[in-house]
């Protein structure tokens, strides 16, 4: 397996990891402001050297080798590497695509419960304009979906955050982010991120979604969300379910 994946190109792995989060090819060509077209080639390739009929899986395969590889890293004491990972997910020249333009309030933190370095360390990330339809304009179409427990905890998740309560917000995390990042980093990349948003007008709850990533998969759950000094966002959370409770282990906004 570890073979098959150091066959793959960056950019393959870039796409790879973007799928395990819960993208499929249409909204992984947009946040990385390419085509379509472009995405299935990437996916199609990396199906074929690791020899898997699923993206999904191809996906899963690249996470389960670098999570071994990060794990190996710590062993020996080598430093994981925040800047390399927002640096995997950012938009890059392609056919069909749009230039990306930085966000100053997009950003990516904590990730797959012990799934890889760019899912598990804290990170910013820029989201590039899309080439299709705004993200806000999709936001604004979705319709409000049945709130569930995990909705609930999400919701209830992000309230703290709104608060800026950065320390009920990192106990509301899951063992491994918290083994990953202290309370401290937490709450230092939090207030550099939250407080510019402004006050929160408004959040509904559009999508959820299960993602199958090991060791017993991730709820994903989409907010349509409106601050004061932005109209129209998309917040996304990730959980997990640990000791009878859905514990969030990332959130992404665009």
């Known amino acids: 397996m570890a073979q098959g994946t150091q066959a793959l190109t960056e950019k393959e792995k870039q796409t790879l990891r973007l799928i ?39 996906a899963r395969l690249l996470l389960d080798t670098e999570s071994a590889e990060s794990a190996a890293d710590k062993q020996i004491g080598e430093a994981s590497a925040p800047a390399a990972a927002a640096n995997s997910d950012r938009p ?17 933190v904590g990730g797959i419960v012990t799934m890889s370095v760019i899912l598990g360390i804290l990170a910013i990330t820029a989201v590039p ?11 604004s179409a979705a ?18 955050h709104d608060q800026g309560n950065w320390r009920e917000t990192w106990n509301g ?6 083994k990953l990042n202290s309370a401290e980093r937490w709450a230092q990349v939090a207030q550099s991120v939250r ?11 559009i999508a959820q979604d299960d993602v199958p990533a090991p060791p017993a ?21 990730s959980l ?13 906004m665009d």
């Open 143 to 160: 319709a409000p979906i049945t709130e569930t427990e995990a909705v609930r905890a999400a919701q209830a998740w992000l309230e703290l």
């Open 92 to 108: 890059d020249s392609g056919t069909g695509g749009a230039s990306g333009v930085a966000s100053p309030v997009a950003w990516l």
């Open 129 to 139: 304009q899309s080439a299709g339809a705004p993200a806000s304009a999709q936001a």
């Open 240 to 252: 997990a379910r640990e000791e009878g409770k859905w514990r969030v282990v990332g959130i992404y």
């Open 20 to 58: 395990v989060r819960g993208h499929d090819a249409k909204s992984t060509a947009r946040h990385l402001g390419l085509s379509v077209h472009t995405i299935n080639e990437r996916l199609r390739d990396a199906r074929r050297k690791l020899e898997v009929s699923s993206s999904r899986e191809a």
């Open 173 to 178: 995390t899951s063992a491994e982010f918290r």
């Open 217 to 237: 998969g991730v709820r994903v759950v989409k907010f349509r969300t409106r601050f004061a000094n932005k109209a129209d966002a998309v917040e996304t959370v």
């Open 195 to 205: 407080p510019p948003l402004g006050a929160t007008l408004s959040r509904v709850a």
